[in-house]
């Protein structure tokens, strides 16, 4: 199934890709904020010490928590190789350094924001990839639009180092 018009294509397998990663994100967002696991987390993360009096065992929270993430990155990788229709050792690390972009962009410790980090990243680099060409007078091709993910990385660095949505930490004296 393919869907075109005069500028974009939209294949079957795309639009399965955004599926399964909305559903996927709302899957965790469910699990972090509504269940007893998520509640653990989130007190694990704030202060493992103190969850650990509260009764939470922070040593395994800590353990399921890296294994959803491992899952998370193997269904990432699953839906990038199928997207690009080949595998190698490689293939992680710029999306890994985009996703870790995302989250500053977001907020480091904001789902929500990590959430709204990556769209804008993809806004911010499919305009760029279109536009570098133009804002470069034809030096630069759309080959070149990793550049805007670490643009937007330094500039939120040096701007904004809470991201959008991150809360200002108070400095300890």
Request: hydrophobic share 55%; proline share 2%; charged share 10%.
């Amino acid at each position: 199934m393919t869907i075109s018009g005069t500028t974009a294509t939209i294949t079957g397998k795309e639009i399965v890709i955004i599926v399964i990663s909305v559903i996927t994100m709302l899957g965790l967002l469910i699990l972090v904020n509504k269940t007893k696991l998520g509640r653990a987390m989130r007190a694990t993360a704030e202060n493992p010490k103190i969850a650990g009096l509260m009764g939470v065992n922070a040593n395994q929270v800590i353990s399921i928590t890296f294994m959803i993430g491992g899952a998370l990155a193997a269904l990432a990788g699953v839906m990038i190789a199928s997207n690009y229709g080949s595998t190698h050792f490689y293939m992680g690390f710029i999306p890994g350094l985009k996703a870790f972009t995302a989250a500053v962009l977001g907020g480091i410790g904001n789902l929500q924001g990590a959430m709204l980090g990556g769209l804008l990243l993809g806004l911010i680099e499919s305009l760029g990839a279109g536009y570098i060409g133009e804002l470069t007078g034809g030096v630069f091709g759309s080959n070149y639009q990793d550049i805007f993910a670490f643009m937007v990385l330094i500039v939120v660095l040096v701007f904004r180092p809470s991201g959008l949505l991150g809360e200002k930490v108070a400095d300890r004296a």
